[in-house]
């Protein structure tokens, strides 16, 4: 995970602004000072020149084409509107649903079920079931890309696990298979996100009263209708939280792509992070790179707004 | 109180999860101490030892120390400063530019780094210390911002106005006061960032071709491009480039999960 999807949830933090700047102005309030500039300046230079401007030169060259070599030409909107044309483009978006699923949905539910057993059950040895789950987040995504490869390898322990129970017919190179490919990279997420969620969602269970679940029990509630009545509307921020992290990570998988399949096999993989970078580097298309990456900006500035919406909403 | 049979199912899904996430890491490890059919790799810490030489690991990682601990020592420090100012003083415009420095957390690198790679290239920047670095600091400064903003919103106003009739100006305030009981916070701050560096792929990738440059993550992509034989190898590389921040998760995991959790659910 990286800083951009880490806090992306925190549109919602800087919308309560102003309340709190209200709240604040009959306490003694921060001092207005000039010297406030100055403190800014340096992150405020670096920011601008290596983030702000980039940007904005991106939203430029995705209206050129241009191979990065020679004179580029005035393209208008074609190459925004060839995403939605190319083949090859459409489904590298479509592709980025089916990540979706594994990246946040499935993660989301094992980490809600994983965070209303330990609410529950007051189990032991917490610390290290929490240490461990959480581990895959911390990996540089090249060494998980690494070491799933080998995990799906043809001589792999998928497949050997198939032929030790008999079920030989299924073995194959999985992220070399034309159906298998995609779903066989999104467990890799889903073994990466978990940990995420769960921490998250036990942080959330960490603060429900006590006194909640007694009165579910003394109602002879049941697991489950404890975990819909008590742990679920508890955590609705930090169910809020994790999908939109999770579907970022989703929306912006590339490194795990460059790895294990390069978007292949054919194009039975490819992502619009991956294909910015294929264009922009390796096939002399930078205006339509730069298009699939404002492209790419603008669903993930839209994914926080939707999903915070649904969280206020809820 | 729950009963003995659910308590029991509650540990055998936990400890089921618990092993989908160890079997992979456990698996490389494993892979990382074997010996190889091929005979490339002889096996036990030999192979590190291989990997380090042969994969030139111990450039790559050279190279990552040195992006790493740069970038977080500028974001830090920057971060500090105008975290202070955002948290502590009131000035005109200053939503206006605390949105715009927000904006920054969600923009992923795939669209600046298209065109900031043709440009520093134009710039004769590529290939240099300064293309890994400076992007990542802009990123990480944005984070920052956020991160040390909420501190300072949460420090004690008592504290500051104390320290000012005791005649300490703004700088002061800052370094001999406020920095040194945010502690934690920057503690924290410095882990994450070291960490999103450290493992950082897309911005090494096209920054640098020249093989000393290399950051860790980038070496072992290519790396494995080369060895497709040698699985003992490519998985003591793996190690190598994991190993840092897996050891300082270890000590100060409490750090990076309440730093994630906290960052992201903060406000």
Request: glycine share 8%; net charge positive.
């Amino acid at each position: 995970m990286s800083a951009a999807e880490l806090s992306t949830a925190t549109v919602e933090a800087a919308a309560q602004r102003p309340r709190r700047r209200a709240a604040r102005r009959g306490a003694p309030p921060g001092e207005p000072r000039r010297v406030a500039y100055l403190y800014i300046a340096p992150a405020l230079l670096v920011y601008a020149a290596f983030l702000l401007y980039p940007l904005g030169r991106a939203l430029v060259l995705s209206l050129y084409e241009w191979d990065g070599l020679t004179l580029g030409s005035w393209a208008g909107l074609s190459n925004y509107h060839q995403i939605l044309t190319d083949d090859r483009l459409r489904s590298s978006f479509l592709h980025t649903a089916v990540l979706v699923v594994f990246f946040a949905l499935i993660p989301t539910a094992v980490g809600l079920t994983l965070a209303a057993i330990v609410a529950r059950a007051r189990v032991r040895g917490l610390a290290f079931f929490r240490t461990v789950i959480f581990l895959p987040q911390i990996v540089a995504m090249v060494v998980v890309a690494v070491t799933w490869r080998q995990i799906y390898a043809p001589d792999g322990p998928v497949n050997d696990l198939l032929r030790l129970v008999g079920l030989d017919g299924l073995t194959r190179g999985w992220l070399g298979d034309f159906t298998f490919a995609l779903p066989a990279v999104g467990v890799v997420g889903t073994w990466v996100a978990t940990g995420l969620c769960f921490v998250l969602f036990l942080a959330g269970t960490g603060k429900i009263p006590r006194e909640l679940y007694d009165a579910a029990r003394v109602d002879g509630a049941g697991a489950v209708r404890e975990f819909a009545t008590v742990t679920l509307p508890a955590l609705r921020n930090e169910i809020v939280v994790a999908l939109t992290l999770t579907v970022i990570a989703a929306l912006r998988t590339f490194d795990l792509v460059y790895v294990t399949t390069s978007g292949g096999p054919g194009n039975a993989t490819s992502v619009p992070s991956y294909e910015v970078y294929r264009r922009a580097f390796q096939i002399g298309e930078v205006g339509s790179a730069a298009a699939i990456g404002v492209t790419l900006t603008v669903i993930i500035l839209a994914v926080n707004l939707v999903i915070a919406r649904i969280g206020d909403r809820a | 109180m729950t009963s003995a049979r659910e308590r029991t199912l509650s540990y055998v899904i936990l400890l089921a999860f618990a092993a989908f996430a160890l079997y992979p890491l456990v698996t490389v490890v494993d892979l990382a101490f074997s010996a190889d059919v091929s005979g490339q790799a002889t096996g036990g810490f030999a192979n590190l030892g291989d990997a380090w030489v042969q994969g030139r690991f111990g450039t790559y990682l050279r190279s990552s120390l040195i992006v790493s601990v740069v970038t977080v020592l500028l974001a830090t420090f920057l971060s500090i400063m105008s975290g202070y100012a955002f948290g502590t003083m009131r000035f005109a415009g200053q939503t206006l530019l605390f949105y715009t420095i927000l904006l920054g957390i969600m923009v992923p690198t795939e669209v600046i780094v298209v065109p900031l790679y043709f440009d520093l290239r134009s710039l004769g920047l590529t290939d240099t210390y300064a293309a890994l670095i400076l992007p990542q600091v802009a990123q990480s400064v944005a984070f920052g911002t956020f991160w040390m903003r909420a501190y300072f919103l949460s420090s004690s106003r008592d504290v500051v106005e104390a320290a000012r009739l005791d005649g300490a100006g703004h700088w002061q305030t800052l370094w001999r006061i406020l920095a040194p009981i945010g502690r934690p916070a920057i503690v924290t701050l410095t882990l994450l960032t070291f960490m999103w560096t450290w493992n950082e792929f897309l911005i090494p990738l096209v920054m640098v071709t020249s093989e000393n440059l290399r950051t860790a993550p980038l070496g072992l992509a290519f790396f494995q491009g080369q060895y497709t034989s040698g699985v003992a190898l490519l998985a003591a590389g793996a190690v190598i480039v994991a190993l840092p921040v897996v050891i300082l998760y270890l000590f100060l995991q409490r750090h990076f999960i309440q730093g994630i959790v906290e960052g992201s659910t903060r406000g």
